[in-house]
């Protein structure tokens, strides 16, 4: 049996399972591709386009582990002068009395006890730092911060600073349809559809990413800013972004984040990270099945595309990231 047959086995029942049409797996070991796997077309009509290594994934709420880097980047050139700043200092436009003792610790953990209501409006759902829940709002100020900051969306500073060194050419905010872009199945008895958006200003849930630049994406945090010997960003930046900032009070069943990055520490209830994967370990995941899981431990860094929304459905949610999480941590041991 192969070293990663198990991996490629589990992904694939699942694959079916949540009926994906697409599914796609990179990993690299010690900075070196030791496997990649794609199988399905880019959609679930008979016509559609084989995946292969060029084809670009809807990575969805994966996109905050790049905001994350800019806010970072951010906090290390000055530009803000910590996490443990009040929110309401930076959005003046909104109801202090709303924002309330929220700080940007609060935002970048999902701690911030804000959301919004049909609306649009801001609401306050608890105290700040009082739960963790997954909400956008932090998402989209957050967002917003970082343009007024840099007078530019944080997608340009990440071309500029991050993609362009890196030398990305498939990852990026897309408006218009190509033919590299898998569609996302929302009812799988209804053909997949268009997930591209009307701005590239990182606004919209419109990043599309190969799988092989996506686990690129988590080796140059592994690897502390470094690609094939170049320093792409400072060291202190990375390690900033994958640093536990949740506030330590915070009860001990909800996950730990970094700049959005779930970090293991120790197994949590309802962290996204199995308790066999060892400590020091990150993850990002979006809503449409991508995972980026990173074990600094054992030099590995894992790439999981799916193009199925809400791909693991609601009753066994925690359980399916939970265990491609462990099988990845038990191939490695």
Same mark, same amino acid.
């Given at each position: 049996?192969? &070293? ?35 199988? @399905? ?21 994966? *996109? ?18 910590s996490l443990d700043d009040y929110a309401r200092e930076y959005f003046k436009d909104i109801d202090s009395d709303i924002l309330k003792d929220t700080t940007l610790r609060h935002?970048?953990?999902h701690t911030h006890g804000l959301d919004e209501n049909s609306e649009g409006e801001i609401i306050r759902e608890f105290d700040a730092g009082e739960k963790w829940a997954y ?18 969306? /944080?997608?340009?500073?990440?071309? +500029? ?10 990852? @990026?905010?897309?408006?218009? $349809? ?9 009812? %799988? ?7 591209t958006g009307s701005k590239e200003d990182g606004t919209e849930s419109n990043l599309f990413v190969s799988t092989r630049e996506f686990a690129l994406w988590g080796n140059l ?12 960003? =400072? ?7 994958? *640093?536990?900032?949740? %506030? ?6 909800? %996950? ?5 990055? /779930?970090?293991?520490?120790? =197994? *949590?209830?309802?962290? $996204?990270?199995?308790? *066999? ?8 995941? @979006?809503?449409?099945? =991508? ?23 609601? $009753? ?14 038990? &191939?490695? +041991?």
């Open positions: 049996m192969s &070293t990663y047959d198990h991996m490629v086995s589990w992904v694939e029942e699942i694959k079916e399972r949540n009926n994906s049409s697409a599914a796609a797996l990179t990993v690299i070991k010690e900075n070196e591709i030791v496997l990649e796997h794609y199988s @399905g077309s880019h959609s679930n009509t008979s016509n559609a386009k084989p995946v292969h290594e060029n084809s670009r994934f809807n990575v969805a709420s994966a *996109r905050k582990s790049y905001l994350g880097l800019c806010i970072a980047i951010a906090q290390y050139e000055g530009k803000i002068r935002m970048v953990t909400r956008g709002i932090n998402i989209k100020l957050m967002t917003q911060l970082i343009h007024n900051l840099y007078g530019v969306p /944080f997608t340009e500073l990440l071309y +500029r600073k991050v993609f362009l060194p890196m030398g990305l050419k498939e990852t @990026g905010w897309e408006t218009q $349809e190509n033919d590299d872009l898998v569609k996302v199945i929302i009812d %799988p008895d209804k053909n997949g559809e268009d997930t945090f592994l690897n502390k800013g470094k690609m094939n010997g170049k320093q792409i960003i =400072p060291e202190e930046v990375t390690e900033f972004a994958i *640093r536990i900032h949740t %506030p330590e009070h915070l009860s001990k069943e909800y %996950p730990r984040n970094g700049m959005f990055w /779930f970090l293991q520490d120790v =197994p *949590r209830e309802q962290s $996204e990270l199995g308790d *066999r994967v060892p400590t020091g370990s990150f993850q990002i995941l @979006g809503v449409t099945g =991508p995972t980026l899981l990173v074990i600094p431990k054992y030099k590995v860094v894992v790439a999981k595309m799916y193009n199925k929304r809400y791909n693991y459905g609601n $009753e066994n949610y925690l359980y399916y990231l939970k265990e491609f999480s462990n099988i990845v941590a038990d &191939t490695f +041991r």
